[in-house]
């Protein structure tokens, strides 16, 4: 007898999404490379793939049963979001709504290419909850465009700050540049391009500082001479009123730009 689909929130969001259907196609497993060349994990961290289509959570990274106190992996998304704040929970609805809506927008040829992120806390093994910073990174698509698959990597970020930002970035694997900031409750912090001043060209070097990237390689990505890079670093630290690299990081988190 087949097992009947365990409904969870996100569902009616993806069901939106234009095209989206219903398989029981088994997807490969996604490259490690690809995965390990689009994280950014300053935590603790674990991932799993996710199909679209039914749902269902496979090779997921071992750290998951310790990080989460669980006894077996998860086999559907349903028990990932039970993890979640409940206060959380719309949030995520409307993040993902956001995302959807955005890469509609951008247009959906391009999905494989634009990596969501933002932020929920989710209960931890010590029996708290916790924030975690969360990544999708779309894998898979068929012929039509039909996104199947995609990456999911959570990072604890408890360490480095407490405060969801409450804001979605969408941001371009290369070859694309794209970088959308989208706060999603106004009455919340401001942005941190708006509290410190910073260009939108200060707020895109922040960015991959943040995320690790070197000066020379952010000189390439952003077409840049390096002396620009470190002028533009020097500028962020003054308007952010920080010492270093370190905590610039935490700023970035602070205001959803990573």
Known sequence: MKKT????????????????RRS?????????????????????????????????????????????GLKNYPLHL??????????????????????VNKILEIGKEFQLYLKPSYCFRMKTAKGNYELF????????????HHLVQSINIHTNIQHITSENSYTVLITGIEP????????????????????????????????????????????????????TVRTHRRNILRKTNCRNSKELVKKAFDFGLI
């Open 133 to 144: 910073h969360h990544q999708a990174i779309h894998t898979f698509e068929d012929e039509d």
């Open 78 to 99: 349903k028990e990932l979001i039970d993890l979640i704040h409940p206060d959380d929970i719309p949030f995520v609805i409307k993040a993902e709504q956001t995302v």
């Open 176 to 227: 694309r540049k794209d970088f959308y900031q989208i706060k999603i409750n106004q009455n919340l912090l401001s942005s941190l391009t708006h509290e410190n001043n910073l260009t939108k060209r200060e707020t895109e070097v922040l960015s991959f500082i943040a995320k690790g990237y070197s000066g020379k390689e952010i000189s390439s990505i952003l077409i840049l001479s390096e002396h």
């Open 5 to 20: 689909e365990e409904k969870h929130p996100l569902i009616d969001v993806w069901n939106i999404y234009p095209g989206n």
């Open 24 to 68: 029981d196609k088994i997807l490969e497993k996604p490259s490690i490379e690809r995965i390990i060349g689009e994280m950014f994990a300053i935590g603790e961290y674990y991932y799993y793939v996710l199909n679209l289509n039914n749902s269902t959570v496979t090779n997921h990274h071992e750290s998951i049963l310790k990080i989460h």
